[in-house]
């Protein structure tokens, strides 16, 4: 959970993380975020900048079938029972717009800058996160995919020695991931495919190469690639190469499973309800 976030996004957030928290006999955690810690009170406490203007919390599934969603709820302890103003409600509706032009804006431009400094069809570990406020205690590498409908690129990676998680995954030319409900355009340490050596292989292509680990771009011609490795002990750098799609098995372990249609099916039949149990808004 990041608090310290100001509008004109000039400070970078403090990150706390919910497992550090104590869980009381009935599984239940329970913070106070103040400016300074509440005279008597020796529970969990997060110091809250003065000038916070949103707390963001990320959530993390990766047994999509299996796992279960957190449910928060936020108490306002110096709350006075009064309603907002219908003129406090009418601006908020008008700072819609420019949040989501922000938003678009950020991503896209994040797209092109890692098209000019990191290059296409490479992966680079970024530095770009991490100084405008990112997780610090998660390595993103990106990069950039364009290749024809007839090639592939194949991402090989060792693993971390500790790590509690990591994914990967194809975006387009906005940061938009290519459709992950219905396609198998990410994947994460739980649903990946590792392969008899340790590693984590994975193919990015628009025609099914039948591997498990295939990153469907579908028919976006050129767009994001992005790893994370979350609180890890070691940070292996990712390789990539492109190749005929053809090809592929030539550049992969000789044991790799194949992944037939029907199996694809049922795959994608897994995935799909999986994502409709996640909570999405």
């Not at 994040?110 to 205690?137: A, C, M, Q, W």
């Not at 992005?226 to 990712?238: E, G, L």
Request: proline share 6%; aromatic share 8%; hydrophobic share 35%.
């Amino acid at each position: 959970m990041s608090p310290s976030q100001v509008d004109n996004g000039s400070r970078v957030p403090a990150t706390h993380d919910l497992d550090d928290l104590a869980l009381g006999a009935d599984g239940y955690f329970s913070v106070v975020l103040s400016a300074e810690r509440p005279s008597g009170h020796s529970g969990d406490w997060w110091q809250l900048d003065p000038e916070t203007c949103r707390l963001l919390m990320r959530k993390c599934s990766c047994d999509w079938n299996h796992e279960l969603d957190a449910s928060v709820a936020i108490e306002r302890l110096d709350d006075k029972g009064s309603d907002m103003t219908p003129e406090v409600i009418s601006r908020r509706f008008a700072d819609l717009p420019q949040w989501i032009e922000g938003m678009i804006g950020f991503d896209m431009h994040l797209v092109r800058f890692y098209r000019e400094h990191h290059g296409v069809n490479t992966f680079l570990r970024s530095t770009k996160i991490d100084s405008i406020g990112g997780l610090p205690t998660q390595a993103y590498y990106d990069g950039i995919h364009e290749i024809e409908d007839d090639e592939a690129l194949i991402i090989e990676t060792e693993l971390p020695k500790k790590v509690r998680y990591w994914q990967a995954l194809v975006a387009d030319d906005r940061f938009a991931t290519v459709d992950w409900v219905n396609r198998q355009s990410s994947l994460n340490d739980v649903q990946a495919h590792i392969d008899s050596d340790g590693k984590f292989r994975a193919v990015i292509s628009r025609t099914d190469p039948g591997v498990p680990n295939w990153l469907d771009k579908a028919d976006v011609p050129w767009g994001m690639i992005q790893m994370r490795w979350n609180h890890a002990s070691d940070f292996p750098d990712p390789t990539m190469i492109k190749v005929p799609v053809a090809d592929v098995r030539q550049y992969l372990p000789a044991d790799t499973p194949v992944v037939t249609p029907a199996d694809r099916k049922e795959r994608l039949s897994v995935r799909r309800e999986g994502a409709q149990l996640r909570r999405i808004w």
